[in-house]
């Protein structure tokens, strides 16, 4: 049971430039999340998905996009990359709501945009 | 969802309980409080959470007051490995709703030797 696998660990990218990370989880939760976290800051939601085929927009989407087109995996599109994208994303996941044992988080993608 | 206060940072010696205070005073009658740490660089990692009743898990214990305007997230037994960031976040969950999480700057608690 690997829980939530991000891909890839660490990416540079040159402005303009687009990338694709990918979340995927293999607890059969019904809700996954896309989350950025910049030095000294808690986590911003970015994008969050409550079942395959759906996805909506949290508190800071601009410059990315989603895809669910699985239940079990969620992509995350940075379509012209920006420095301003520099952060750690976090993808999460969970049974409809927190359910009993909240949200299981990834161990996170290093994103540098130059 | 209703805001959330903590301190910025507290210590801790290593063996004595960890009582991490939470303000949470506009909570309304179906949000749960829930507890999340972050170790340095890694995903936060779920604690434990509760609507009105202490909750005791494996990892710490909850302890809310009546009014439910407050807080305490208690490590028994703090070890050097417990040092990380604590988030208390106020939201409701389960039925139709997603849970989203809105994670404000916690609590860094530091356990000394």
């Known amino acids: 049971n690997a829980g939530v696998t991000q891909t890839p660990k660490f990416r540079v990218l040159k402005t303009g430039q687009s990338m694709t990370l990918l979340c995927a989880q293999d607890m059969n939760h019904e809700y996954m999340y896309w989350y950025r976290q910049d030095p000294g800051m808690g986590l911003r939601l970015i994008h969050y998905?409550?079942?395959?085929?759906?996805?909506a927009k949290g508190e800071v989407p601009d410059g990315y996009n989603v895809s669910r087109l699985k239940k079990q995996n969620f992509l995350l599109g940075l379509e012209s990359a920006a420095p301003s994208q520099t952060s750690v994303y976090f993808c999460?996941?969970?049974?409809?709501?927190?359910?009993?044992?909240?949200?299981?988080f990834g161990s996170g993608t290093r994103l540098t945009v130059v | 969802d209703a805001k959330t206060t903590q301190p910025t940072s507290m210590d801790c010696a290593e063996g004595r309980a960890a009582n991490l205070p939470c303000n949470h005073s506009t909570i309304s009658g179906n949000e749960y409080v829930y507890w999340y740490r972050q170790i340095h660089s890694q995903g936060p990692q779920y604690i434990i959470h509760?609507?009105?009743n202490n909750e005791t898990n494996e990892m710490a214990s909850l302890i809310i007051t009546e009014d439910r305007k407050s807080s305490t997230l208690i490590l028994p037994h703090a070890t050097l490995r417990d040092t990380a960031v604590y988030y208390c976040i106020v939201s409701e969950a389960g039925g139709t709703s997603y849970g989203k999480l809105t994670f404000g700057q916690g609590t860094i608690l530091t356990v000394h030797p």
């Open positions: 509760g609507l009105k």
């Open positions: 998905s409550v079942g395959e085929g759906t996805t």
């Open positions: 999460a996941s969970s049974y409809r709501g927190q359910g009993v044992y909240g949200y299981t």
